[in-house]
Each structure stands twice: as C-alpha cells, then as structure tokens.
Nanobody
C-alpha cells in the first residue's frame, strides 16, 4: 500500500525557515516524480501546487508564489522528498502535502503557521 508521511511543520515567525519532509513507502520511490502542494486560507479548499522534482532530482520547478524562497529536493536512498522554505510569510500559512499524481497518492499533510 502506498503511503506518504509529511513532517517538519510548525509555528515560525515571519522571515523564518522550515524544512518539510515527506517519506514514502509502498512503491519504488526513485521511479516517480514528486510534488508539494498546499492548502491556505486564502485559497479555500484548493490545492495549490508549489514545487515539483523529477525522477533522479535533476530537474525541479518552483511555482511563482514561492519562487526564490522555497526549494525542493529528494534523497532516493531515504525515500524522502524535502521542501526547504525560507523567508516565510504570513500568507504561507497552511497545510502542506506531498503528492504523487500518477499513483493518486497524498499524505496527511503537515501544518505550517507563520505568525509573530
């Protein structure tokens, strides 16, 4: 059974940093690209895609809303994809999920709260 488990969220002040992790099991992780999405109060129930990493980690894409502040990476030896978030803003508050679209897999999410 496919499982994705996110961790690393928490409460941080504006301008701070967090690193989210998503650990996968139940499939051959190295053969699949991975994504981070988020659900923020400003977007309601919409899942906003913010980052993508290719198989092997050679290519990444960061969406405009977080470009220059967030980076995505993966460690296939650990079956884990990361989201490094720097210069966090109040509007980054929300629940963050990793997703593998081909497998229709999504974790339970990890909450990020940016507040002074």
């Amino acid at each position: 059974e496919v499982h994705l488990v996110e961790s690393g969220g928490g409460l941080v002040q504006p301008g701070g940093s967090l690193r989210l992790s998503c650990t996968a099991s139940g499939f051959t992780f190295r053969n699949y690209d991975m994504n981070w999405v988020r659900q923020t109060p400003g977007n309601g129930l919409e899942l906003e895609r913010i980052a993508w990493v290719s198989v092997g980690g050679t290519k990444t894409n960061i969406w405009d809303s977080v470009k220059g502040r967030f980076t995505i990476s993966r460690d296939d030896a650990k079956n884990t994809v990361y989201l490094q978030m720097n210069d966090l803003k109040v509007e980054d508050t929300g629940k963050y999920y990793c997703i593998q679209y081909t497998l229709s897999a999504r974790g339970q999410g990890t909450q990020v709260t940016v507040s002074s």
